[in-house]
């Protein structure tokens, strides 16, 4: 191995994400993660590797290196694995074309014109159907009939590692009936995976999802942060507004399809059946482990939550087909998140609103402090591998820091 790459690291020879990263005299470019390294792009291409123009390596976004499709993105990737393991290949004797992670500032890494995000997790829908509207009848009608979705800001979604300020907004106190407004008192995070799109359709074109993965290439792990104050009062009836668009927080690390394709699952059944265009056939749904910390200021992280991407009752590919099916464009960049993803059991619920149970379940830090939601000066940090014998893909982590409001 010409690098090497720690023992269950999640940046393995089987994943080599794409990102985009800078150091004190590099500026951003392109960067493959190989465990504790980055292969530079740029670097990498003046050896005339590459049989295209390799120009889109020095951009500070992945966008056009996307654009060239997905023959050449997996043949870069698929080149780089057999680099790596031969002593005698371009990579061998350049340590200059490695920096160290720890050396390194992560950017965002596309260029994000539009973001969705769904509301795919069955067992999420049914918790805050419990909470909000009905416990016999926690789902609304149309749930189990389409991934339902709402177009969400793209220009506050930034990179793990930027603080995030606390929103103010309008609430409504319990037994008032005029509402005030100041910061949100129940601030919350939501554990979700992106997917970023890696291709153009026009306006009338629509996407199967029996091409959709053409269409996707790669995912992140997504911190949809939530004002849930702000949300009760607001969402009534065009749903999230203020209470979600003030930021949301993403890994700088894309994982490739190709990357996870030893970690597909079937997906739950779906009754009652689908319309025909949100049929599909195979595995499309991955078996990838998630896990929430919350780290209170100079105290040790406490996991409150640990979940599975498996358990998305809506799959990717039926949420794309979903998206298009009115002919609606998609853009290289675009991206969609899931929607929270929470299991079955009160541990894996993945928002505080369910953890704690609307504030009526404190949830115990290791510090002895309790959370019913986030507090300033906390930490949340998502983590995500799969593995499948000694085969580990990760995604890292994404992780931000609580500022109070202004």
């Known amino acids: 191995m010409i690098i090497d790459i720690p023992n269950n690291s999640d940046f393995s020879i089987h994943n080599l994400p794409f990102g985009i990263f800078s150091t004190a005299d590099r500026s951003p470019r392109a960067g493959v993660a190989v465990g504790e390294h980055i292969l530079d792009l740029a670097a990498l291409a003046e050896h ?28 870069v990737r698929k080149n780089i694995q057999y680099w790596l393991q031969d002593d005698y290949s371009v990579l061998a004797g350049k340590p200059e074309l490695f920096v160290k992670q720890s050396d390194a500032q992560m950017h965002m890494p596309v260029y994000v014109g539009d973001y969705t995000d769904f509301y795919s997790s069955i067992e999420h829908a049914t918790n805050v159907g419990k ?76 996407v199967s999802t029996q091409n959709a993965e053409d269409h996707i290439f790669g995912l992140v792990l997504f911190n949809d942060w939530s004002a849930r104050d702000i949300q009760k009062w607001e969402y009534v009836p065009l749903g999230p507004f203020l209470a979600k668009n003030f930021a949301s927080s993403i890994s700088p690390w894309i994982v490739t399809l190709e990357a996870l394709e030893p970690f597909r699952v079937a997906g739950p059944t779906q009754e009652p059946k689908v319309l025909p265009y949100l049929e599909y056939e195979g595995q499309k749904n991955y078996d990838i482990d998630l896990e929430v910390g919350i780290s209170p200021e100079g105290a040790e992280e406490t996991v409150v939550c640990k979940s599975n991407f498996k358990y998305m009752y809506w799959n990717m590919a039926q949420q794309l087909a979903h998206h298009t099916v009115n002919g609606c464009n998609i853009n290289v960049g675009d991206m969609m998140a899931s929607g929270t993803i929470s299991g079955n059991e009160d541990d894996r619920y993945g928002s505080m609103l369910e953890l704690a149970w609307m504030g009526t379940k404190p949830v115990a830090m290791k510090d002895g402090s309790e959370r019913k939601f986030i507090q300033d000066g906390d930490t949340v940090t998502i983590r995500g591998y799969a593995q499948k014998g000694d085969i580990r893909v990760g995604f890292g982590e994404v992780s931000a820091k609580v500022l109070p409001a202004k």
């Open 131 to 206: 909470m909000f509207r009905d416990p016999e009848n926690a789902l609304l009608p149309n749930w189990k009939h389409i991934p339902v979705g709402y177009h969400g800001r793209a220009s506050s979604i930034v990179v793990s590692g930027q603080p995030i300020r606390r929103p103010n907004g309008q609430t409504l106190p319990k037994d008032s009936k005029t509402p005030v407004f100041g910061p949100s008192q129940r601030l919350d995070f939501e554990l979700e995976m992106g997917f970023i799109c890696g291709g153009n359709t026009d306006m009338g074109d629509t």
């Open 48 to 75: 005339d590797v590459f049989d295209f123009n390799t120009a889109v390596f020095e951009k500070d976004v992945l966008n056009d290196f996307i654009s060239l499709g997905k023959d050449i993105t997996k043949r």
